[in-house]
């Protein structure tokens, strides 16, 4: 298998992995939509594995030597430090079939951030009004439950708010054939799940320069609104 389909199969098995694992918890609560609105959310202070990063949605200005991608559509911003990432659509990668049977999930779209051909970052958005509730708690306790059954999977961080309309968490896999790191930072507002996701080398494993500039990229993600 050359290595471009083999590329397309890890997208693919990525999405699907997300898709069963947001669509599948239904916690039921039919007036939680009703009594949480939508607010601002002034810099609250996430600690990643990359730094310190300050999440809102508000949007914010960058200088013109820096690349700002935003979706209007569906409604986020992220930095591109310099020319060598790019944004590939994920429907790209999906044939019209595979589009409409996410669709019918509640996958809205999202992209794919890549440096130098390697994806290191994800931005998908999902519609969650048919779940009538959705708590990121559980969704954070049911990912890091799952993958505590791999005794080479170290859960290095994990931050809900106590509005529950942000979390992140974070796991190391590592083990003789496989050194791998990966956070997940989700964000809830007006029945959308803004799901930014990081897997690569650990922060640990970097070199100054290199985790500024991926940390830059996660504090730059922003809800339009």
Same mark, same amino acid.
């Given at each position: 298998?050359?290595?471009?389909?083999?590329?397309?199969?890890?997208?693919?098995?990525?999405?699907?992995?997300?898709?069963?694992?947001?669509?599948?918890?239904?916690?039921?609560?039919?007036?939680?939509?009703?009594?949480?609105?939508?607010?601002?959310?002034?810099?609250?202070? =996430?600690?990643?594995?990359?730094?310190?990063?300050?999440?809102?949605?508000?949007?914010?200005?960058?200088?013109i030597t820096n690349d700002i991608y935003q979706d209007i559509d569906l409604g986020f911003q992220i930095l591109k430090p310099n020319n060598a990432w790019k944004v590939m659509p994920m429907s790209d990668n999906m044939d019209d079939e595979s589009m409409l049977d996410l669709k019918t999930k509640g996958f809205l779209g999202g992209i794919y951030l890549e440096q130098n051909n390697k994806t290191h970052f994800m931005i998908a958005v999902f519609d969650v009004s048919q779940k009538s509730s959705f708590e990121l708690a559980n969704y954070v306790d049911t990912q890091i439950e799952a993958m505590k059954?791999?005794?080479?999977?170290? =859960?290095?961080?994990?931050?809900?708010?106590?509005?529950?309309?942000?979390?992140?968490?974070?796991?190391?896999?590592?083990?003789?054939?496989?050194?791998?790191?990966?956070?997940?930072?989700?964000?809830?507002?007006?029945?959308?799940?803004?799901?930014?996701?990081?897997?690569?080398?650990?922060?640990?494993?970097?070199?100054?320069?290199?985790k500024y500039e991926y940390r830059s990229i996660l504090d730059s993600f922003k809800i339009m609104g």
């Open positions: 298998m050359d290595s471009i389909n083999e590329l397309k199969i890890v997208r693919w098995s990525i999405i699907i992995t997300i898709i069963i694992s947001v669509m599948s918890l239904v916690t039921y609560d039919l007036i939680y939509f009703q009594t949480h609105e939508k607010q601002s959310l002034e810099n609250a202070i =996430i600690k990643s594995g990359f730094g310190e990063i300050t999440f809102s949605n508000a949007v914010q200005s960058y200088s059954n791999n005794p080479n999977v170290e =859960i290095t961080l994990k931050q809900i708010s106590p509005s529950n309309d942000w979390s992140i968490f974070g796991a190391h896999s590592h083990s003789t054939d496989v050194d791998s790191y990966g956070e997940q930072l989700l964000y809830l507002e007006d029945n959308k799940l803004y799901m930014l996701q990081y897997t690569g080398l650990s922060p640990l494993e970097m070199k100054t320069e290199m």
